[in-house]
Every structure is written in structure tokens, then in C-alpha cells.
């Protein structure tokens, strides 16, 4: 069986509720709490892969406080959005449901269905 990792954020009521449904259905993932444990650049980059995004600007907050103060624009390259999420990991878009090297993001939460059914 495939492990499940969930980069969490316990206070957001959209992955407090994927971990609810993942949960109503025999999921139990590791639970990553990315704002205790921040990712490193590289763990960002591969995010962005198994996301497969087009750009890792799919993946940031823009709302967020940080984004301003880490310089980002919508024009940011990779590099510097990566570099951005891990210095200021609330910049995380989440939560992000990931099994071996696919993941989801659940927001809405329904999405991580898509990694529970084969």
C-alpha cells in the first residue's frame, strides 16, 4: 500500500476537512505540519512536480502577508517562488496530499479523493 504524506496546517478548516475525508476513508498520512517543519527548496521543487504544475507560482498564497514582503510578483521564475516557500512556508498553498510521485491540492478538499481511488 502506498504511503500518504499531508502537508497540513491544523488551523485551516479546508485541510483540517481533507484530513476528514482521507480519514472516512482508511486513510491515515503522515502528516507533515509545514509550518513547524518548513520544506526545504528542494522538497518544494519536487512538490511542484508531483503537482505538475506549469509554473510553482500555482502553488503560493498570494494573499499572504509574505508574499509581498518576499518580493513575489505573478512574473516570479521558479527559482524564486521555491526559494520564497521555503523561507516563509505559509506561502504554501494547502493542504497538499501527496502519494508516491503524484499530489493533489485540496482546496477544495475534495481533490484528494482522486489520490485514495486507484
Known amino acids: 500500500m502506498a504511503e500518504y504524506t499531508l502537508y497540513h496546517n491544523p488551523r485551516c478548516s479546508k485541510s483540517r476537512q481533507a484530513l476528514a475525508l482521507l ?3 482508511g486513510i491515515t ?5 509545514y509550518l513547524d517543519t518548513p520544506p526545504d527548496a528542494e522538497t518544494v521543487r519536487t512538490l511542484v512536480k508531483q503537482l505538475r504544475l506549469d509554473r510553482a507560482h500555482d502553488l503560493v498564497r498570494p494573499k499572504e502577508a ?3 514582503e518576499a518580493g513575489l510578483s505573478r512574473d516570479a521564475d521558479d527559482d524564486t517562488v521555491i526559494n520564497a516557500i521555503a523561507r ?7 493542504p ?3 502519494k508516491g510521485d ?4 485540496g482546496r477544495p478538499p475534495e481533490p484528494v479523493l482522486e489520490l485514495v481511488t486507484p
Open 23 to 25: 480519514e472516512e476513508n
Open 29 to 33: 498520512p503522515t502528516i507533515v505540519k
Open 66 to 68: 509574505e508574499y509581498k
Open 88 to 94: 516563509y512556508p505559509k506561502l504554501l498553498e494547502r
Open 96 to 98: 497538499v496530499l501527496v
Open 102 to 105: 503524484r499530489a493533489v491540492i
